[in-house]
């Protein structure tokens, strides 16, 4: 049995929405100091719906598949459901990802989160705090 899924070879080696957004509607930048994995994600947002997506990834082939499958769920898709995307969601997507690589859909979580939360606080939009966990500072969040 291989290590990887044939769609996380795919969205590694052909990674969709790669890129910047000038004038991005948010931003959101996310690591894992430790395995050195960054992820930082740019979207454009017309009438709360997500209209585009980028990304930017500096990590292992697990990390940028991650990216690239999460930008894929979010694309097209309103606010609301961007919100409620999972590492799980983005895991299961990619036909999975072996256990010590897991961390790497949680970045693309957190990633898509900071950008949204960065989209709320730009517009002036009230939200749940707890919609957007710290993970940053926390270990394992059991995710």
């Known amino acids: 049995m291989a290590l990887y899924s044939e769609k996380v070879m795919d969205h590694f080696r052909n990674p969709?929405?790669?890129?910047?957004?000038?004038?991005?509607?948010g931003v959101g930048e996310v690591g894992n100091a430790k395995?050195?994995?960054?992820?930082?994600?740019?979207?454009?947002?017309?009438?709360?719906?997500?209209?585009?997506?980028?990304?930017?990834?500096?990590?292992?082939?697990s990390a940028i598949a991650s990216s690239s499958?999460?930008?894929?769920?979010?694309?097209?898709?309103?606010v609301s459901e961007a919100i409620a995307l999972t590492n799980k969601a983005v895991a299961e997507a990619?036909?999975?990802?072996?256990?010590?690589?897991?961390?790497c859909s949680v970045l693309a979580e957190e990633a898509i989160k900071a950008a949204l939360k960065d989209?709320?606080?730009?517009?002036?939009?009230?939200?749940?705090?707890?919609?957007?966990?710290?993970?940053?500072?926390?270990?394992?969040?059991?995710r």
């Not at 499958?69 to 309103?78: F, N, R, S």
């Open 16 to 25: 969709r929405n790669v890129g910047t957004i000038e004038n991005a509607d």
């Open 35 to 61: 395995c050195g994995d960054i992820m930082k994600i740019y979207l454009k947002i017309r009438d709360g719906v997500i209209e585009d997506v980028k990304f930017e990834t500096f990590g292992c082939g």
């Open 69 to 78: 499958m999460a930008t894929e769920l979010i694309k097209g898709k309103p």
């Open 94 to 103: 990619l036909d999975g990802l072996p256990a010590h690589k897991l961390h």
């Open 119 to 142: 989209y709320y606080d730009r517009q002036g939009i009230a939200y749940d705090p707890a919609q957007f966990p710290d993970c940053a500072h926390c270990e394992d969040c059991g």
